[in-house]
């Protein structure tokens, strides 16, 4: 079935570091591909996604091409900020053929970043 | 902004009893999912609500688990006898009609501790 890696952590960085975390998938078909972040006490919000090849997906500073010759989707961001300490949670959708125009997330196991000031 | 609520934020409850678990998606959302996260795994899909009926459903989601949309804006799970291992945070999430395309919002979960 459809899985996606990525990479544990936890990562811990200073202001202004260069960030990647990266994730690699297996799927079949053509996924659309997602980054997810957990605030602490909050909910998943999207952070960015990509739905097709070569796309690149940006937001809040964060970027990630979708890879289809590496099967990678990672996420960078150029200079981090206090306020980016969160849980990144990479995802592919996974059709839903009953259901129309439906799918169902597979989550890594996400990564948790601490940006120190 | 719309968002997806859910309440409680945390429940406690004994094993072997019933729990229920509510969410409020956005309202012009016409699909419903219910997913998990055991502390320290992966986030997991339980079940997919479309049309008022189960599209999919996983492994995980057995004879003890049960969802319904009983009005125009709640979706809920029902979990009938708890386990141990029912402990997680559990996430709603719902997405427009439009195209496969579309995001799924999510809630900001209940946290179950079964005892």
């Known amino acids: 079935g459809n899985s996606v890696t990525q990479m544990e952590g936890p990562v811990t960085l200073s202001e202004e570091a260069f960030l990647t975390i990266n994730c690699t998938y297996t799927?079949?078909?053509?996924?659309?591909l997602f980054w997810y972040v957990q605030y602490p006490g909050e909910g998943l919000q999207l952070l960015l996604k990509a739905t097709k090849a070569d796309d690149k997906g940006s937001n809040k500073g964060f970027e990630a091409t979708y890879r289809k010759e590496t099967t990678s989707f990672h996420l960078e961001k150029g200079s981090v900020q206090v306020s980016d300490s969160a849980v990144y949670f990479c995802a592919l959708s996974d059709p839903i053929h009953s259901g129309g125009s439906n799918y169902k997330l597979t989550f890594g196991k996400g990564t948790l970043l601490t940006v120190n000031p | 902004e719309p968002e997806v609520t859910q309440t409680p934020s945390h429940q406690v409850t004994q094993m072997g009893q019933e729990v229920i678990l509510r969410c409020v998606p956005i309202?012009?959302?016409?699909?419903f999912y219910w997913y998990r996260q055991i502390l320290g795994q992966k986030v997991e899909f339980l079940v997919s609500f479309y049309n008022n009926e189960i599209s999919e459903k996983s492994e995980i989601f057995d004879d003890q688990f049960s969802v319904e949309r009983p009005d125009g804006s709640n979706f809920t799970l029902k979990i009938r006898s708890t386990k141990l291992e029912d402990s997680a945070m559990y996430f709603c999430a719902s997405k427009n009609l439009k195209n496969n395309q579309e995001t799924q919002y999510f809630g900001p979960g209940t946290r179950l501790l079964v005892l």
């Open positions: 309202s012009n959302h016409l699909y």
């Open positions: 799927a079949t078909g053509y996924p659309s």
